[in-house]
Nanobody
Framework: EQLVVSGGGLGQAGGSLRLSCAAS????????LGWLRQAPGKERELVAS????????YYADSVKGRFTISRDDAKKTVLLQMNNLKPEDTATYYC???????????????WGQGTQVTVSP
């Protein structure tokens, strides 16, 4: 399975950034997908995920109301729109499969490189 992330970069507090996760056909048709992030010295955190076969998404309390996750079935891509950014959103973001029935439970393993998001005050 292949998950390729893009987007991210440098943003300002209150601004917006968008991340994209392009999945192989097998990965996209097999897994619900989500976004994990890891800041230096902190544990990896699942910030958002979206179901594959039903209309539901999960958001961590820290991003609820600011981040939106969506799927583009035609492009086999999962997007994370990040609005009203905060400096505490600074982290490396990873695209990661999650359990379809338990959207806040990511699958273990390494699923690809992440992308750095840095938010300045």
């Amino acid at each position: 399975e292949q998950l390729v992330v893009s987007g991210g970069g440098l943003g300002q507090a209150g601004g917006s950034l968008r991340l994209s996760c392009a999945a192989s056909e097998r990965a996209y048709s097999t897994y619900a997908l989500g976004w994990l992030r890891q800041a230096p010295g902190k544990e990896r955190e699942l910030v958002a995920s979206i179901a594959r076969t039903y209309d539901q998404a999960y958001y961590a309390d820290s991003v609820k109301g600011r981040f939106t996750i969506s799927r583009d079935d035609a492009k086999k891509t999962v997007l994370l729109q990040m609005n009203n950014l905060k400096p505490e959103d600074t982290a490396t973001y990873y695209c990661n499969p999650v359990y379809e029935a338990v959207l806040n439970h990511p699958l273990a393993g390494s699923w690809g490189q992440g992308t750095q998001v840095t938010v300045s005050p």
